[in-house]
């Protein structure tokens, strides 16, 4: 009895690990981040609500089977080709396990109701939808992503060695919401909307090249 119950709880210890993992992969996923768009891990990892030991074992995780890899030292991730293929293989057949992910992680991630069952013999059924970052709140600030660099935080063809000015190297800038883009560049953060991103005198004047109205100076 003793063993079962330990092999139980070591069950669920495990199924909940996967469960953090395969939704910071998801996220980083949904952020927009790929081969050549990094992302601040940390950020986003407590945007959803995680806690730093929960990213770091999930960056640690992800890291290890090459699903994304670090851009820069300062929390900078990208996803990579095999990240890509991870997910969209689980949102296109979520009835069936991944290279990495089992059908009781993917099921729970998107399931409304009910447990997923375990054994070859039991099928889960439940509604399906997408999680949704939490709804952000009116009046407060709330963390949005630099449209200068995308996130990183990094000068573009700095190659990782200058911060960007505009958001101070966070890759997000707070933002008062109910959020609202720059009029004056529609959120591109570029005077001339064409995205020369090195070439400082593009930046909107307006937003200060981050792309939002209403931010904290």
Known sequence: MEIEKSMDSSLEFILKKQQNHYRILKAIYDAGSNEYTPI???RLGRKIGFTQQEIDDAELYLLGQGLIDRFTDQGSIRLTHRGTVEVENSVLHPDKPTEHFSIQVI???YSTVGAVQT???NTANSNQSVETIPTKSLGGYQSEQCAW??????MHGSRGETFCGCCKGQGYVEVLQPSKQCPQCNGTGTKTGGYDFNNRKDL???C???GWSLRKK
Do not use: E, P, R, Y
Request: hydrophobic share 25%.
């Open 208 to 210: 200060g090249g981050t």
């Open 149 to 154: 660099c995308h996130g990183s935080g990094i």
């Open 40 to 42: 601040n891990i940390d």
């Open 119 to 121: 054994g070859s013999s």
């Open 204 to 206: 909107c004047f307006i």
């Open 107 to 109: 099921q729970n991630f």
